[in-house]
DNA sequence: CGAAAGACTATGACATGTCATAGAAGTTGC
DNA sequence: GCAACTTCTATGACATGTCATAGTCTTTCG
């Protein structure tokens, strides 16, 4: 039956997409990963979201993004200042190097998503959406009252 | 643009997936994880491969492999018996427990796609997968000479 | 045969995913 | 203003992903 490999077909396009991802990233002498550009690309554009916040805009846990910052903040891609009016907080920024890195990185994506999608036609894409979007939504659990 | 977001998509439906499956199996008390099982499935079906053999099957790394036999070992779903023939492997075979929680674990999974795939059809689902067939084909190094 | 080449497994190193929780700091309600 | 609650970050524990490599064993070939 279709639907007993379709969750196969979906791990195995993701996983080959990040991998190649990354592998281009490598190849430029780029030294970050997939998932730390990913959290430096929404710093770039809110610099005022708490961790929680960054992992629900990247689809990771809390967890994950402290750890990503960490190594984002020891690399140099971003500061990290503590805020005057919440002490459990700091005002992150990326830096100068981080910029630098996003604008490397950000030609090589746009060149690795048209790769992925050779022979892929926009209504294709279009239908694909609605349905990834209904799995998610069928597995999310409903937040009880 | 669609293209720049259905990357994103992709991760996020197979994520929430593995996050409701895992759950699923959870509550019902099996203390066995989505790849182990995997994993012990293919054993089931095929108990001469080699480790590299196995990956390739679930779709993984020939190291996580060897991590994840090693647990199943470890947690008695598998025995090892050394190979006469070859030193280097091992006879890998599910065990009663093993069985156990396949026969266990087996309609929890059919519950899980029914729930996921809720609201898709088959024709949705029938236009979905040469997609992700082709994105993982293009995503895939061509083995060079 | 014996050395080089290849196959197979195990493991180190590091990043991430996930759950749980500790510890610090802010907020609320009385 | 204090206690209870909530929010936020950090981290421990364990599993997996990925790359690289060590160590063992097999096959090949001169």
Redesign the interface.
């Given at each position: 039956m279709?639907?007993?490999?379709?969750?196969?077909?979906?791990?195995?396009?993701?996983?080959?997409?990040r991998?190649?991802a990354q592998?281009t990233i490598d190849r430029a002498g780029l030294d970050i990963t997939i998932d730390q550009w990913l959290v430096l690309r929404v710093l770039l554009e809110h610099d005022d979201l708490t961790q929680h916040d960054i992992a629900e805009r990247v689809?990771k846990d809390q967890a994950s993004v402290a750890r990503i910052l960490a190594l984002l903040t020891r690399r140099g891609l971003v500061s990290a200042v503590p805020l005057p009016h919440d002490g459990r907080r700091s005002q992150l920024r990326v830096t100068e190097e981080g910029h630098r890195i996003l604008d490397a990185v950000q030609p090589i994506v746009l060149q690795n998503?048209?790769?992925?999608?050779?022979?892929?036609s926009?209504e294709?894409?279009?239908?694909?959406?609605p349905?990834?979007?209904?799995?998610?939504l069928?597995?999310?659990?409903t937040p009880g009252p």
């Open positions: 279709l639907s007993s490999i379709i969750f196969y077909s979906l791990d195995r396009a993701i996983r080959s997409y991998r190649m592998a689809f998503r048209a790769l992925a999608l050779a022979g892929v926009e294709e894409l279009a239908l694909l959406r349905v990834l979007e209904r799995i998610a069928n597995c999310t659990p």
